[in-house]
């Protein structure tokens, strides 16, 4: 069975483009008339219906679900299952890591509803071992994959993920060295192997060094649009056919509009022709 992102690089081919749409569901950012939870699933599927051509995933934030209370799981749940009747990939943003029994059950509880989820490698292997094993092919949950954390986009990420060993070497690229080591174990004969890096679209010198250190893994390249980041600034995280790099987009699509605006389906499909179309001539035509 191919890795996911051998599925995610034809969606990438067949739409021209690399854009991930990122659901941090907020109450008072949502139009007028969606209310409650039940609310946050209608928006959900018609922004997914209005963007579903122009992406490739879907990127639920956990936290913002979990906020939600104790039928969060349950709006999550829905989300993750509207993308994928649309034909889109579930990108469970979820950045856990823990060890022992308790990875394992994050494993099995996250891999249920996301095809790929992201991960925090502070633990160490064994942290990461139970997604991993999701990976492999010999698993009847083969195929999934995985985003494990390197160079984060958030402003106080310098004070440790720069820090230097004894060669000199930043503990970001420590990571994507893993990150290689255990992509190139899982991956086979295949181009790209099921295990991917976060790496911040605000830092294009540190996005370029993990390039070059995880030839073969995808990157999740968040940070453009309100995090200052430009499309120009991804241009080397892609290879020569538009493939390697997602990039997730939350305010910039999901919040675009102010909620009292009766015209809001149209400035998101606007906002999504406007963002692939600067994705296609930078990333495919530049």
């Given at each position: 069975?191919?890795?996911?992102?051998?599925?995610?690089a034809?969606l990438?081919?067949?739409?021209?483009?690399p854009l991930?749409?990122?659901?941090?569901?907020?109450s008072?950012?949502?139009?007028?008339?969606?209310?409650?939870n039940?609310?946050?699933v209608?928006?959900?599927?018609?922004?997914?219906?209005l963007?579903?051509d122009?992406?490739?995933?879907?990127?639920?934030?956990?936290?913002?679900?979990?906020?939600?209370?104790?039928d969060?799981?349950?709006?999550?749940?829905?989300?993750?299952?509207?993308?994928?009747?649309a034909?889109?990939?579930?990108?469970?943003?979820?950045?856990?890591g823990?060890?022992?029994?308790?990875?394992?059950?994050?494993?099995?509880a996250?891999?249920?509803?996301?095809?790929?989820?992201?991960v925090?490698?502070?633990?160490g292997d064994?942290?990461l071992?139970?997604?991993?094993?999701?990976?492999?092919?010999?698993?009847?949950?083969g195929?999934?994959?995985v985003?494990?954390?390197?160079?984060?986009?958030?402003?106080?990420?310098?004070?440790?993920?720069?820090?230097e060993?004894?060669?000199?070497?930043?503990?970001?690229?420590s990571?994507?060295?893993?990150?290689a080591?255990?992509?190139?174990?899982?991956?086979?004969?295949d181009?790209?192997?099921?295990?991917g890096?976060?790496?911040?679209?605000?830092?294009?010198?540190?996005?370029?060094?993990v390039?070059?250190?995880?030839?073969?893994?995808?990157?999740?390249?968040p940070?453009v649009?309100?995090?200052g980041?430009?499309?120009?600034?991804?241009?080397?995280?892609?290879?020569?056919?538009?493939?390697?790099?997602?990039?997730?987009?939350?305010?910039?699509?999901?919040s675009?509009?102010e909620?009292?605006?009766?015209?809001w389906?149209?400035?998101?499909?606007?906002a999504?022709?406007?963002?692939?179309a600067?994705?296609?001539?930078?990333?495919?035509?530049?």
């Open positions: 069975m191919p890795s996911v992102f051998a599925h995610i034809e990438v081919t067949e739409k021209r483009s991930v749409l990122g659901l941090d569901p907020r008072e950012r949502m139009p007028h008339g969606y209310v409650g039940e609310g946050v209608r928006f959900h599927s018609r922004l997914i219906e963007v579903a122009h992406v490739v995933a879907v990127k639920p934030q956990i936290a913002f679900f979990e906020q939600l209370g104790e969060g799981l349950w709006v999550y749940a829905e989300t993750c299952r509207l993308a994928r009747q034909g889109l990939v579930v990108i469970g943003d979820i950045k856990r823990d060890i022992g029994s308790t990875a394992e059950a994050y494993a099995e996250h891999f249920r509803w996301a095809d790929v989820v992201t925090n490698p502070y633990l064994d942290s071992e139970p997604f991993f094993a999701r990976c492999r092919d010999d698993t009847k949950e195929g999934k994959g985003f494990v954390l390197c160079a984060t986009s958030n402003p106080g990420w310098r004070r440790f993920q720069t820090v060993d004894r060669d000199g070497r930043p503990l970001y690229l990571v994507a060295a893993a990150i080591e255990w992509n190139d174990e899982l991956r086979g004969g181009v790209w192997g099921p295990v890096a976060v790496v911040g679209a605000t830092h294009p010198e540190v996005l370029a060094s390039r070059r250190a995880t030839r073969h893994s995808w990157l999740l390249v940070g649009g309100a995090q980041a430009r499309m120009q600034d991804l241009k080397h995280a892609f290879d020569a056919d538009g493939h390697g790099a997602l990039v997730p987009v939350s305010r910039g699509l999901a675009c509009f909620p009292s605006d009766v015209g389906e149209k400035r998101v499909r606007d999504a022709e406007m963002l692939v600067e994705a296609r001539s930078v990333v495919l035509d530049g």
